[in-house]
């Protein structure tokens, strides 16, 4: 059903279909066969893309469709995009999403925005969150694109980003306070304010991770 980078296959081969697909297959035509739910589905998916099997992954998905009958929910998509790695593989996954109704779903818009920040397409990743009906909870959402912009480079608009969502009155969370410190300390133009200002984001930060301890040494290691 998609196409993957040169040299992956993501076809159906019946050769390859996991057991638990081929003994459903099998016991389609039989009389009160059980039928396996979409969360099933979702759970094979989710821990087989966590481990990387990406072809599985695919194979699975179309399975689910065939065998069952079944349209991916919000979770299908959040496991399919796991094994995305190109900006074509992204657009597919986004629009199945959009084909299968889950347009303004806060998961998966949250999911394709991060994406699209990984494969380096942070505009897309924009157009969706101008797309999304955001709340002032929806601080997970706002962390995904602020993280797109530090990781290629545009530490100025994620701290542009940074500063909306808090005007929006969407309280940060770890990963968006980190990833703002990040942006902090990689713009050019570092000087006193700016470091004065990570170090503020820094204090906020309860559990710190590496990078933003990273982030804090290397721009204190610069300016002084």
């Known amino acids: 059903m998609y196409v993957g980078e040169e040299g992956r296959s993501f076809s159906v081969c019946e050769g390859n279909v996991p057991s638990l697909i081929r003994n459903k297959q099998k016991k389609k035509n039989q009389k009160n066969t ?3 739910d979409v969360v099933s589905w979702n759970v094979m998916i989710s821990g087989l893309a966590q481990d990387g099997y990406t072809s599985e992954v695919l ?23 796991k094994c995305c790695y190109i900006l074509k593989e992204v657009e597919q996954v986004h629009g199945l999403a ?3 109704g889950f347009k303004n779903d806060i998961a998966a818009g949250s999911s394709l925005m991060d994406s699209y920040g990984k ?18 909870t929806s601080c997970f959402v706002w962390s995904s694109i602020i993280s797109s912009h530090p990781r290629n480079g545009c530490g100025k608009e994620a701290i542009t980003l940074f500063r909306d969502m808090c005007r929006q009155g969407v309280r940060p ?7 703002a410190l990040k942006a902090c300390t990689d713009v050019r133009d570092l ?29 204190t290691s610069a300016y002084t």
């Open 34 to 36: 059980c039928r396996i």
């Open 59 to 81: 194979r699975i998905h179309s399975e689910m469709q065939m065998v069952d009958g079944l349209n991916p929910n919000d979770s299908t998509i959040i496991g399919l995009l």
């Open 98 to 100: 959009l084909k299968t």
């Open 119 to 136: 494969v380096g397409s942070i505009d897309l990743g924009q157009k969706i969150l101008g797309s999304l009906e955001l709340n002032n």
């Open 173 to 179: 969370n770890q990963h968006a306070l980190s990833s």
């Open 191 to 219: 000087n006193a304010d700016k470091i004065y200002e990570a170090e503020k984001l820094f204090r906020r930060i309860d559990d710190k991770d590496i990078v933003a301890w990273n982030a804090m040494i290397t721009a």
